[in-house]
């Protein structure tokens, strides 16, 4: 078979891919996940350089943070191109049969998380801030979506809170459908690429509130189609959270705008054609 072209992800494709691309003349292509898919080390250092014709990054923070730790990468043979999602749209049975699900009612106002349950998400800073608005607000729900590492100890958290509004629901396999039964989205990490959930959550057409790390702010422009927040604010975050889940008009106006946003930078479509464009460049110029 007569190949184009090779994409390779991990730095041990890199290497055999690279031979391959060698032998066969085409250009290797590496998608890069985050900034510590380089290490400083002699291994990692030629690979890249001697495999490697050029690099897409998921967004624009990964690449300015690896041309200040990684001085040896030449940044001209980096492209930023956004992961996509394209809107998805649920009928309101199609809602209410997730909401029953899970354990749910049709009438139930809903704070929801995405993610894995790990150390970086810091979902025990949401729970936090859950507990602070909960007293007053008895009624709200919180919903946390994904499984991981830190389940237990989240669990025990909103136990010793005296949480009883939480609910874990565990892997979903359709992220968006989930997200669209939330009337807000959050995700609190303390650190991060290009985080798909976001998207995922504008998908669904729903206002974010999010920290202000890595590329979070390439998608979420504060007070427009979510709130930014520093990172570890949990009284912030409380009030954010209050805000949103008490108006309903600046909800709905965060919804439009985050669909705006989703169908001008992050759909399916545009994603494809920007690496359909990056592809046949670099084929041209082999």
Known sequence: NKIDLLVTNIEKEISIGGIAAKICVVPNIRRVGNDKDFFDRFKTKFNHNFFVTHSIVPCDAIKDKLELQAE???????????????PHYFTEKEMIKRKKEIGLKKEDQIIGITAHLSKIKCINLLIKAFANISIKNPDWKLVITGEGPKQKNLEKLASELNLKNIIFTGFTADPILTASIYDIAVLTSEIEGFPNSIVEYFAAGKPVIATDVGGINEIISDNF??????FGDIDLLSKKLEILMNNEKLRRKF???????LNKKFTEDIMIKKLEKLYERLVKHV
């Open 72 to 86: 040896w990468l030449n940044m001209k043979e980096f492209t930023t191109i956004y992961n996509g999602r394209n």
């Open 255 to 261: 919804s439009a705008n985050a669909l705006l946003t």
């Open 225 to 230: 189609n979510g709130f930014l927040i520093p």
